[in-house]
């Protein structure tokens, strides 16, 4: 009898949340300017430290809001275009997000490189993958070295991050 992978990825979930810290709070990170050598050297102890690194594309956001049901844990799921860490075990990757320093993705669509931790279900932490980090091009440049690929154009925002509007041109 094979089983729903998504089923188990729900059932995961559920795990997680139940075993989860119930305390609340935000997720706050100093912004302070560190030089480039202290950016890198922050870099390399985040990709040692994920269980996967990965480019994606979110086909399911996660709810939050009004589409939130209580007693839910908010999930998206990501479809793997390229793994440059780890092992993600299947081609669409539940992402959770368990605390307020957990990354929320809200837009289908949206194009990432991110850091992950856990195993068949994901966490993917705003630290761990730049947040707080002034200098953010540094950081992700030397994520794509230890990788070994560079980052296309569109991958190169925070992961979750809205992006500014686009201006429109009059039309004469």
């Known amino acids: 009898m094979m089983l729903n992978p998504k089923i188990l990825a729900t059932a995961a979930v559920g795990l997680i949340a139940l075993s989860a810290s119930s305390t609340g709070g935000a997720c706050s990170f100093t912004h302070r300017k560190l030089t480039s050598a202290q950016v890198r050297q922050h870099a390399r102890y985040d990709f ?8 994606a594309v979110v086909v399911e956001p996660m709810k939050f809001g009004p589409e939130w049901k209580p007693g839910l844990t908010p999930t998206a799921y990501l479809k793997v275009l390229k793994v440059w860490k780890g092992h993600v075990g299947q081609e669409l990757v539940p992402i959770v997000y368990i605390t307020s320093c957990d990354i929320g993705l809200e837009r289908k669509g ?20 730049g947040g707080g980090i002034v200098d953010l091009s540094t950081y992700q440049a030397e994520i794509d070295r230890l990788a070994g690929g560079q980052r296309p154009s569109t991958l190169t925002h925070f992961p979750g991050a809205i992006p500014p509007p686009t201006r429109k041109r009059n039309a004469r």
């Open 48 to 55: 040692k430290r994920a269980s996967a690194v990965i480019d």
């Open 110 to 129: 949206e194009r990432l490189r991110i850091l992950l931790t856990g195993n068949g279900v994901f966490r993917a932490d705003q630290g761990m993958n």
